[in-house]
T-cell receptor, first 113, second 114 residues
Framework: TQLLEQSPQFLSIQEGENLTVYCNSSSVFSSLQWYRQEPGEGPVLLVTVVTGGEVKKLKRLTFQFGDARKDSSLHITAAQPGDTGLYLCAGDGGGTSYGKLTFGQGTILTVHP | ETGVTQSPTHLIKTRGQQVTLRCSSQSGHNTVSWYQQALGQGPQFIFQYYREEENGRGNFPPRFSGLQFPNYSSELNVNALELDDSALYLC?????????????FGPGTRLTVT
């Protein structure tokens, strides 16, 4: 069974601060996806990382996939209140497990003005 | 290009009843996956349908069943509802050919079992 440990579970920061969310596993994933979810809505895909060591930037968000494809991180620079939400990482095992995502527990981020 | 849609938005059922949830996949996508998200948790994989066949199942009992239709839309059926079935049910569509590894989620159906 593949598991993803996401940390921290809760993050409460002031506007302008930086933060990092971590996603770790003992399993190898063929790809890892990061989602953001608002209350009562479905997760919205932010980015997919596929190659070990890959770094992707989306404005103030930087995503990294570990060299061994077992872990990932999301770094937000100069957080804004609009970044508030639930952030989820999800790993795709690939092969016969293609598309069957294993999710972390999520990180609830609150950015105070 | 239309996104993933789900119906109904909210549903209240009584323990022991049966429920059917519906999902229309994004245009061009042939694979639908269903997830259960309990309050404060990440989604958990229920099962996946590809070309009208079940293509993998998570750790859910047989009273959770599904269908996929020729137009790639899908249904999730839950029999003998239990209080713990209260959750947000999400469907996600994908296509290895058109979207590679990426899955796109619908807004979910909030099921409350009393």
């Amino acid at each position: 069974t593949q598991l993803l440990e996401q940390s921290p579970q809760f993050l409460s920061i002031q506007e302008g601060e930086n933060l990092t969310v971590y996603c770790n596993s003992s399993s190898v994933f063929s790809s890892l996806q990061w989602y953001r979810q608002e209350p009562g809505e479905g997760p919205v895909l932010l980015v997919t990382v596929v190659t070990g060591g890959e770094v992707k930037k989306l404005k103030r968000l930087t995503f990294q996939f570990g060299d061994a494809r077992k872990d990932s991180s999301l770094h937000i620079t100069a957080a804004q209140p609009g970044d508030t939400g639930l952030y989820l990482c999800a790993g795709d095992g690939g092969g016969t497990s293609y598309g069957k995502l294993t999710f972390g527990q999520g990180t609830i981020l609150t950015v105070h003005p | 290009e239309t996104g993933v849609t789900q119906s109904p938005t909210h549903l209240i059922k009584t323990r022991g009843q049966q429920v059917t949830l519906r999902c229309s996949s994004q245009s061009g996508h042939n694979t639908v996956s269903w997830y259960q998200q309990a309050l404060g948790q990440g989604p958990q994989f229920i099962f996946q349908y590809y070309r009208e066949e079940e293509n993998g199942r998570g750790n859910f009992p047989p009273r959770f069943s599904g269908l996929q239709f020729p137009n790639y839309s899908s249904e999730l059926n839950v029999n003998a509802l239990e209080l713990d079935d209260s959750a947000l049910y999400l469907c996600a569509s994908s296509s290895k050919r058109t979207s590679g590894y990426e899955q796109y989620f619908g807004p979910g159906t909030r099921l409350t079992v009393t």
